[in-house]
């Protein structure tokens, strides 16, 4: 029975963003496991880190379109530590920089600036680098971010220092890392 | 775009003389505006009730002039963006793929513009390069600033360079779809903050 559960929660995990809901309308229908068991604790979207006191979650970027020098970044980052701590930005092999920005829209008019200093990530706070919000910017990319391809780079933090991560690629423009998965998509 | 040789014989000879004339001075898009009889560099002030047809001029990513007049009598949907833009452009062009693509053919009856409000990177082939990913039907546009000033002023698509310490710039822009129909009137926006449902019924709306 457990192994089954097990393999329900993944495949509703997998194929919905909202878990408890989907597990019972799986259960409920009767419906077979869609996907074959994944480990609950680290499926491919939800990577976690740890560095220092900083867990971070979910990186993820999107594919980029042809010839598109720049890319967005996302993930979330919770201080579990007394000390504040700042995101100051990383590094990405095919990337000339990896750089910290916020981004707002007020009255329909798009602003976007970069935060020369980092994000600070206050103690017991968790930052959520998010499409429309703050994300980290690949700047001279010299390729094509691939949807399906995940990539590593490295993220870097005025004191828990350096750590590597991986960032799922989600299909271009995606407005959101589920809303990815419930849209049909230009390839 | 032809030039006097375009002319059809139903003109008179004189008339063909005149239009070589201009054809040798002017642009293509100054003279489909003679042509509709309507005077060039004025911003379609469409929200302002301005003029019942769009007159801004500007080149398409195929490398061709694009002239606003050319699009008399049809709707359409534009947005100012650029391609060093992470996040809102490429959201927003792909949003606007798929309202397109429930559309059909029916898409085919109203024309979807990029216009680029960052010229000095977005030339004609970066734009194609971008595009390419989209739908094909999506045509992005490009200019001098001038020329491009003078489209975004036209739906006061605020638009501004702020300079980085390492001498690049980043833009700020609007991020609205600008819906217009046949008659150069604006009748909505769209956008990313609509849902992919709302985005394709408002596109839909405006070629009904």
């Excluded at chain 1, 496991?33 to 604790?41: S, Y």
């Amino acid at each position: 029975m457990k192994a089954i559960t097990l393999v329900l929660v993944a495949a509703t995990a997998a194929s919905s963003p909202t878990l408890p809901l989907s597990l019972c309308a799986a259960m409920r229908l009767g419906s077979p496991p869609r996907a074959v068991a994944v480990a609950l604790a680290e499926t491919a979207a939800d990577k976690s880190y740890k560095v220092g006191l900083l867990v971070i979650e979910a990186p993820w970027t999107r594919a980029t379109p042809g010839g598109a020098e720049v890319g967005g970044a996302y993930l979330k980052i919770t201080n579990t530590g007394a000390e504040p701590d700042r995101l100051l930005g990383g590094t990405l092999p095919i990337a000339a920089a990896v750089e910290v920005h916020a981004m707002s829209v007020t009255d329909g008019v798009m602003k976007m600036r970069k935060l020369e200093t980092g994000l600070e990530i206050k103690p017991g706070q968790t930052v959520e680098l998010k499409p429309g919000g703050y994300h980290l910017m690949f700047t001279g990319l010299r390729q094509a971010l691939q949807q399906g391809q995940p990539i590593k780079g490295t993220l870097q933090f005025e004191k828990a220092g350096s750590v590597e991560v991986e960032y799922r690629v989600e299909p271009i423009g995606a407005p959101s890392r589920e809303g990815a998965k419930k849209e049909r998509h230009m390839h | 775009m032809q030039t006097g040789g375009a002319i059809s014989t139903a003109t008179g000879r004189s008339a063909r003389r005149v239009w070589r004339g201009l054809g040798a001075t002017l642009g293509p898009c100054l003279l489909i505006a003679a042509w509709l009889g309507v005077s060039s560099g004025v911003p379609a002030l469409a929200q302002s009730g301005g003029s019942d047809r769009p007159t801004f001029e500007l080149i398409d990513h195929n490398g061709k002039a694009f002239c606003g007049a050319a699009l008399v009598g049809r709707p359409y949907a534009i947005f100012f963006g650029f391609t060093h833009c992470p996040d809102v452009c490429p959201t927003t062009l792909m949003a606007m793929s798929n309202a397109l693509r429930r559309l059909g053919a029916a898409g085919d009856r109203l024309t979807m513009l990029f216009v680029s409000v960052d010229p000095e990177r977005d030339t004609p082939e970066q734009l194609r390069r971008y595009l390419s990913s989209f739908d094909a039907r999506i045509i992005g546009l490009t200019g001098t600033q001038a020329q491009v000033a003078a489209a975004a002023q036209g739906w006061k698509a605020f638009h501004n360079k702020i300079p980085e310490d390492d001498g690049t710039y980043t833009i700020v822009h609007s991020a609205y779809v600008y819906l217009m129909d046949r008659a150069n009137r604006l009748v909505g926006t769209t956008g990313f903050e609509d849902s992919e449902e709302e985005q394709a019924a408002k596109l839909r709306r405006l070629i009904d």
